[in-house]
């Protein structure tokens, strides 16, 4: 087993998890951005680079050339560079009109970070007290986000999930619970979902174990209930999480303190 996992790349692992996250919705995204190059648009807040259609059809297209760079390359340079096309892609299209709002270009400067960080060869503690940084950040982000009235009494995932969700076990909850039921399991569903987040915004200081055993089950959950459209938001952080169990596993006696030590 320790030999098939010294195989293993991590930092391949995350960079596919980061490429299937933004690629998991192609038909969709490319159809919008396509359109956005057809219908301009203009707003008062964003500057025109960031309202062009181009600039976001181009940063989308732009990481497929990753591929073929860590092909060509093969070398940490290759990684530096494929890691800096991801992390400005999708830097700009979290800026951008078209992208502004969709958490998939905040995870995916995320794990772009650490992608361009990690690909010099660093101490195994090292990257996995990055990593559990980033993903501390993203679902503390998260979780501070959602400290509304609308998350708290529950309202906006009743509409989200309870009431227009279609796939188990939004239909059933729906044809078995009167309605006033099926808003108290949604202020509960909310609240829950609210604290778990901020619970996962301190995973910073937990050892790697304890956390994937949260962490994987809830982003699991949250793609199965989001019939797969979160992939592209909590994938990458699932396979940065894998990676990160894998760095453990391979060089277990530096990985017992969850925080680095400090430089000699």
Same mark, same amino acid.
């Given at each position: 087993?320790?030999?098939?996992?010294?195989?293993?790349?991590?930092?391949?692992?995350?960079?596919?998890?980061?490429?299937?996250?933004?690629?998991?919705?192609?038909?969709?995204?490319?159809?919008?951005?396509?359109?956005?190059?057809?219908?301009?648009?203009?707003?008062?807040?964003?500057?025109?680079?960031?309202?062009?259609?181009?600039?976001?059809?181009?940063?989308?297209?732009?990481?497929?050339?990753?591929?073929?760079?860590?092909?060509?390359?093969?070398?940490?340079?290759?990684?530096?560079?494929?890691?800096?096309?991801?992390?400005?892609?999708?830097?700009?299209?979290?800026?951008?009109?078209?992208?502004?709002?969709?958490?998939?270009?905040?995870?995916?400067?995320?794990?772009?970070?650490?992608?361009?960080?990690?690909?010099?060869?660093?101490?195994?503690?090292?990257?996995?007290?990055? #990593?559990?940084? %980033?993903?501390?950040? +993203?679902? &503390?982000?998260?979780?501070?986000?959602? $400290?509304?009235? =609308?998350?708290? @009494?529950?309202?906006?995932?009743?509409?989200?999930?309870?009431?227009?969700?279609?796939?188990?076990?939004?239909?059933?909850?729906?044809?078995?619970?009167?309605?006033?039921?099926?808003?108290?399991?949604?202020?509960?569903?909310?609240?829950?979902?609210?604290?778990?987040?901020?619970?996962?915004?301190?995973?910073?200081?937990?050892?790697?174990?304890?956390?994937?055993?949260?962490?994987?089950?809830?982003?699991?959950?949250?793609?199965?209930?989001?019939?797969?459209?979160?992939?592209?938001?909590? #994938?990458?952080? %699932?396979?940065?999480? +894998?990676? &990160?169990?894998?760095?453990?596993?391979? $060089?277990?006696? =530096?990985?017992? @303190?969850?925080?680095?030590?400090?430089?000699?």
């Amino acid at each position: 087993m320790k030999n098939f996992l010294k195989k293993l790349d991590p930092w391949l692992i995350v960079y596919a998890g980061l490429m299937g996250g933004l690629y998991v919705k192609v038909a969709y995204l490319a159809a919008l951005y396509l359109d956005g190059v057809q219908t301009p648009v203009s707003h008062p807040l964003f500057p025109d680079f960031f309202t062009s259609g181009k600039v976001a059809l181009i940063a989308y297209l732009a990481p497929l050339v990753t591929p073929l760079v860590l092909f060509l390359g093969r070398s940490q340079n290759a990684r530096k560079l494929a890691a800096a096309i991801l992390l400005g892609a999708n830097a700009v299209l979290l800026c951008h009109i078209a992208g502004y709002n969709d958490a998939t270009y905040t995870s995916g400067v995320w794990v772009s970070l650490y992608l361009l960080w990690s690909a010099t060869p660093r101490e195994a503690k090292q990257l996995i007290f990055f #990593g559990k940084a %980033l993903i501390g950040l +993203f679902f &503390l982000g998260g979780a501070v986000g959602k $400290f509304t009235a =609308e998350y708290w @009494d529950g309202s906006a995932l009743h509409d989200i999930y309870f009431m227009q969700k279609q796939n188990f076990p939004f239909p059933y909850l729906r044809d078995s619970f009167s309605v006033e039921t099926v808003r108290s399991m949604a202020t509960g569903f909310s609240r829950i979902t609210v604290f778990a987040e901020a619970l996962l915004g301190t995973v910073i200081f937990w050892s790697i174990r304890p956390a994937a055993a949260v962490i994987i089950p809830m982003i699991i959950g949250m793609i199965f209930l989001s019939q797969f459209q979160l992939f592209s938001v909590v #994938g990458p952080l %699932l396979f940065l999480v +894998f990676a &990160l169990i894998l760095e453990r596993a391979r $060089f277990s006696p =530096e990985c017992r @303190d969850p925080l680095p030590s400090s430089p000699k």
